[in-house]
């Protein structure tokens, strides 16, 4: 039998068309199935065995193209979701970590307080760290008046000459240190020798005067000469003794001694001496130089104690009294004296409006010259606080609250501290500490810089 007998045999046979009635019932069943599946309504419908023959018979180009262009589609829509979710991740990502921040992290990365320094004994030695105890203070409150280092008055003297001449000498130089009566100048004048003819001249009519006196006085006892002539005798004793006291006293007036220094009869010469023991702080004298009676020659004080002069505002005199200690420390190079206040004026300046006051200094060894500006720091008032600290220990880390930093295990903490009185050494503290408290002394500006870098790191 042929190939055509056999396929027209095998059609024509019975259990082949049962075979295609259950394919088809089969394809039935699955096809309800399908169409009662929950989404299937956005299936589209299958297509006719028409259009699949018809979408069989396409070329292999055409299927490549659809394929290509639905897997470009894909792709871009995978990038674009990936970039979505990237910066969904990101600021999801800060989110968490603004709200799980850590206040400082230490070198091992454990959590520690904010305000705390971690130190060991070594580093804190090394930095320079030192404590102190919180305790009672003196809080001193002070009046600062500026003020000159000004001459003793009462030690010095202005030498003047007190009679015209001609400087013949000068024995003395500027800055040397002289004895009271120690010669200064000579100065050739013509009134000493002028005052000094007349001593002499009295001087001799008062001898005579004795003699005759005395004669008459011996001729009277005699009863050889008349009381009156005795009389006339003492008369004339009597007036020359007060001529040459009278031409003493001049003498002494102007410097020169009744017999000494006059030298020869008619002498002109007149010694300048210093008055007083000290040092000579001004000269005006050169030899060939003719003066008179005011010219300033010379000027010598005793630097031995020296005026810290200042003026006084009124608002500031009730604090400024005779006898209140004060402090003078010169403002040109670390010098320091205490004294007391010797003198306070009492009228106010019609210019100035301020009193003048002074404080006697002592000064052996020459450092408060005559000149030197100074400030005065006058103690007003002194009180007891119950909680001070040094004020060198205080710190603005921010720049606003004031803090100390107390010792705490495995370093030091801020303590944020409320402030009252100070006087620049010590100073009184309202809140934040307690008496007996240990707190850095020296040292806290070193652990300001490294709470200031701690900071700085955890902001970045």
């Not at 031409?247 to 020869?264: C, P, T």
């Not at 002069?309 to 003078?328: C, D, H, I, K």
């Not at 420390?329 to 019609?350: M, N, P, Q, W």
Request: with cysteine; net charge negative.
């Amino acid at each position: 039998m042929s190939d055509k007998s056999q396929f027209d045999a095998s059609i024509s046979s019975p259990k082949h068309w049962i075979a295609v009635a259950v394919i088809l019932a089969c394809g039935m069943v699955g096809g309800a199935l399908i169409l009662r599946t929950p989404g299937s309504a956005a299936l589209a419908p299958a297509a006719p065995a028409s259009g699949h023959a018809d979408a069989d018979s396409h070329k292999d180009g055409e299927h490549h193209g659809e394929a290509g262009a639905k897997h470009d589609d894909h792709k871009e829509a995978d990038n674009h979701a990936d970039g979505e979710h990237h910066d969904e991740k990101v600021e999801k990502s800060d989110k968490a970590a603004s709200a799980t921040a850590k206040p400082v992290a230490d070198e091992h990365g454990h959590e520690q307080e904010e305000g705390l320094i971690k130190l060991s004994e070594a580093q804190s030695q090394t930095v320079g760290v030192t404590l102190a105890t919180v305790g009672a203070a003196s809080i001193r409150k002070e009046v600062v008046l500026p003020g000159e280092i000004r001459f003793d008055e009462d030690r010095t003297a202005h030498v003047v000459p007190r009679v015209a001449g001609v400087v013949a000498s000068v024995h003395a130089r500027l800055g040397e240190k002289v004895a009271k009566g120690q010669l200064l100048a000579v100065i050739h004048s013509a009134a000493v020798s002028d005052q000094r003819s007349e001593l002499q001249t009295a001087q001799k009519r008062l001898a005579l005067a004795k003699n005759t006196y005395q004669r008459e006085e011996q001729l009277w006892k005699e009863k050889i000469s008349a009381e009156q002539d005795y009389l006339q005798a003492r008369q004339a004793l009597q007036e020359a003794e007060i001529s040459v006291a009278n031409a003493s006293q001049k003498l002494s007036a102007i410097g020169v001694g009744g017999g000494g220094g006059a030298g020869s009869g008619g002498s002109s010469r007149y010694e300048l001496r210093a008055p007083v023991s000290g040092v000579v702080v001004e000269k005006h004298l050169t030899v060939g130089e003719s003066v008179t009676e005011s010219t300033a020659s010379f000027t010598v004080s005793d630097l031995s104690s020296v005026w810290a002069e200042m003026n006084v505002s009124a608002p500031q005199l009730p604090f400024v009294r005779v006898g209140s200690p004060v402090s003078v420390r010169a403002t040109a190079f670390d010098s320091s004296a205490e004294g007391k206040v010797a003198y306070v004026g009492a009228l106010i300046g019609e210019q100035t409006r301020t009193a003048p006051a002074r404080v006697a200094l002592a000064n052996p060894q020459g450092v408060w010259r005559p000149g030197l500006f100074v400030d005065v720091k006058v103690l007003a008032e002194e009180s007891q606080v119950p909680i001070a600290v040094d004020a060198k220990a205080i710190q603005r880390p921010d720049g606003k609250e004031s803090v100390v930093f107390i010792p705490v295990s495995g370093g030091y903490k801020a303590q944020v501290i409320q402030l009252g009185r100070s006087d620049g050494k010590s100073t009184e503290v309202i809140s934040g500490l307690k008496a007996g408290q240990d707190y850095v002394k020296d040292g806290s500006f070193m652990l300001k810089a490294e709470l200031g870098k701690a900071s700085a790191e955890h902001t970045h």
